[in-house]
């Protein structure tokens, strides 16, 4: 059984929190804090699809360039080769669950205007 409590803990960004539940080659699946007002770099993965799923709070997902506002028990997936961004533009935290087929593990290139 893999939680929140006993999963590999690692920090990103600007103060927020990660937690891989599987890291596996073909597949990564973490679960993500964002504090108030923080964000990841504007990026896309060549090969990697991703689904973000909102547990608890409000997600913006910058997705080329259109914005979303996912809530709690929402989701929204990311093709390969999607620029996106997610921001937390709220006044509370947000958690979520990221999943990774295959793992985008040196497979995100960073854009310079974030």
Request: aromatic share 8%; net charge negative.
């Amino acid at each position: 059984m893999i939680s929140k409590g006993n999963a590999e803990h690692y920090i990103w960004g600007d103060h927020c929190d990660g937690w891989y539940l599987l890291n596996r080659p073909d597949m990564l699946i973490i679960h993500e804090k964002m504090p108030s007002g923080t964000q990841e770099k504007r990026h896309y993965h060549s090969v990697s699809r991703q689904f973000f799923y909102v547990l608890e709070g409000n997600l913006t997902m910058e997705l080329e360039s259109d914005k979303h506002e996912i809530k709690a028990r929402q989701g929204i997936e990311i093709p390969p080769g999607a620029k996106h961004q997610a921001r937390n533009n709220s006044q509370l935290p947000v958690e979520f669950i990221v999943i990774s087929h295959p793992t985008t593990r040196g497979d995100r290139s960073d854009l310079s205007s974030c």
